[in-house]
């Protein structure tokens, strides 16, 4: 039977370490740490995701501001608020919620983020710099991976680890971050994606397998050898009328078959999700603190 890597432990261990170096930070230096948050349009799942972060700005103690505007919110609009938040020394990181509606062009509103303010780490010199291996802002999703391994004592060094995915947000990141000659990384990476003619082929040689697809249940315990460790990064909602929502959160993985090969799995939820809110608050920290 696989360990069950806690997502909600390690979150909120990772919070309650930010809430007193915060602490520290605004009594040694006066400083409080800033988020600028900006959500347009709808979307349940972003509008979920933007409140999970205000929450969490509130418990450890940062400053946040949060503007929710219209789907119809022009481009320059958004812009704007951008250029704004570049310009306050108050605010140490500025998140535009993906995805967009579609007349706003969601390269062109990453472009405008500072840099230096990037903490969910998705302009391109964030990008850059995580891939030549130089210090920076590492996506929040990519980095939580990291951080579950790492506090679990999973190894990577000289492993095989099969990536299903090649998104920006997650595929790409994290197939760089654990190749690179690091601690909690050195591994042998392999991106798997729809051009396979079999992913089963690679995924069954996996010695971690990492899925961020957005499949519901799409590797199964065929699909993997035994021992396999299993990070799963999907989110999806199934339709279940026995529950009161109406529907089910599941991975891209199969809980209950795959388990009972793994050495050890994330679940969803309460996995892999819960670490990418604490990993922005660490960005945001080191943001404020200089780290970064």
């Known amino acids: ?34 988020l600028a948050l900006l959500l ?13 972060k ?46 967009l509606p579609k007349h706003i062009d969601e390269a062109k509103v990453i472009n405008s983020i500072s840099p230096l303010k990037d903490v969910d780490g998705f302009h391109p010199e964030s990008f850059g710099r995580l ?42 990141p994290i197939a760089n971050l654990l190749y690179q000659k690091k601690p909690n990384a050195n591994a042998i990476v392999t991106i798997c994606h729809t051009a396979a003619p079999d992913i089963r082929y690679y995924t069954k040689q996996a010695d971690i397998l990492i899925t961020a697809i957005g499949v519901p249940k799409f590797i199964k315990s065929d699909d993997v050898k035994d021992g396999v460790v299993i990070i799963d990064v999907g989110i999806n909602r199934v339709v279940d009328k026995s529950k009161e929502k109406g529907y089910l959160i599941v991975g891209d993985v ?21 670490m990418t809110v604490a990993m922005l608050m660490s960005n945001t920290y080191k943001s404020a603190s200089g780290e970064i």
């Not at 103690?61 to 951008?82: A, M, P, Q």
């Not at 995915?165 to 790409?172: A, E, L, Q, T």
Request: charged content about 25%; overall charge neutral.
């Open 1 to 34: 039977m696989a360990q069950i890597i806690d997502g909600k432990l390690i979150s909120a261990q990772i919070k309650e370490e930010i809430k007193e170096k915060t602490k520290k930070l605004v009594v040694e230096k006066g400083i409080q740490p800033g």
């Open 40 to 52: 347009v349009g709808e979307n349940p799942a972003a509008k979920s995701y933007v409140a999970s």
């Open 54 to 99: 205000e929450k969490a700005c509130a418990e450890l103690g940062f400053k946040s501001i949060v503007i929710r505007l219209s789907e119809d919110t022009d481009e320059k609009t958004v812009l704007n608020y951008v250029e704004q938040w570049n310009n306050d020394s108050s605010i140490h990181g500025i998140l535009v919620q993906l995805p």
């Open 131 to 172: 891939v030549i291996g130089l210090p920076g802002f590492v996506p929040c999703t990519p980095a939580g991976i990291i951080e579950l391994m790492k506090r679990y004592n999973i190894q990577t060094k000289g492993k095989h680890v099969v990536v299903v995915g090649r998104s920006n947000i997650v595929g790409k």
């Open 254 to 274: 199969d809980f209950d078959s795959v388990m009972e090969k793994a050495s050890a799995i994330t679940p969803v939820p309460g996995g892999v999700g819960l």
